[in-house]
């Protein structure tokens, strides 16, 4: 097994891509050890001394470490422990654990904006940020501001207010006139 790996926008998080699949739909934030009780394979990447966060994408893991450690020093062990659990035969998420991950619910009279936000979001929005080891999903939609979560290595990343604002808030407000303002919510 080869597992390449990518840097991401956020210097704390790295990218492993172990060349198959880790959730079959969704994704799966572990932004604490606790967390991570539901899925074999972040508990044994929590393991790793040094580590804060953990997610999955359909084909990829990031993983965030603490400012005080340094990447060559933790990298072979999550290398390790990434191989371990694929040679293992574990599954990535214990039996009845569904990836929970993906965009609120939303009733009411803005139904047809939250849809179109929706959908924007999941086709030109997230497979950008996947790329950089990340998700983005709605969290709600009140008098014209959209609010966003964001996981992975979108979460704590320097340059996420710029993406934010620049970005898909531009994005949003051009295609959809009701959106005034995007604004990041913590879960």
């Known amino acids: 097994m080869f597992i390449q790996t990518e840097s991401t926008p956020n210097p704390a998080t790295l990218k492993f891509l172990p060349g198959q699949t880790i959730l079959e739909v969704g994704t799966a934030d572990f932004p604490t050890a606790e967390a991570s009780a539901k899925s074999p394979l972040a508990q044994r990447i929590f393991g790793v001394e040094g580590v804060t966060g953990v997610f999955f994408g ?16 933790i990298k072979p062990a999550l290398l ?14 214990d039996d009845g654990h569904a990836p929970a991950s993906g965009h609120a619910e939303h009733d009411g009279e803005d139904g047809v ?13 997230r497979p950008a940020v996947a790329q950089d080891g990340g998700d983005i999903t709605f969290h709600g939609f009140d008098r014209g501001v959209v609010y966003l979560h964001m996981q992975g ?8 207010t710029l993406t ?11 295609y959809i006139p009701e959106v005034t303002e995007v604004r990041p919510v913590a879960v």
Do not use: Y
């Open 113 to 125: 904006v939250v849809g179109q936000i929706k959908e924007l979001l999941d086709s030109r929005v």
């Open 80 to 93: 390790g422990a990434i191989m371990e659990h694929f040679q293992s035969g574990q599954p990535v998420m």
């Open 58 to 73: 359909t084909d990829f893991v990031t993983v965030t470490k603490a400012d005080s450690v340094d990447w060559d020093h």
């Open 164 to 174: 934010l604002k620049m970005g898909i808030e531009n994005l949003l407000r051009h």
């Open 153 to 160: 290595a979108c979460a704590g990343c320097p340059s996420s």
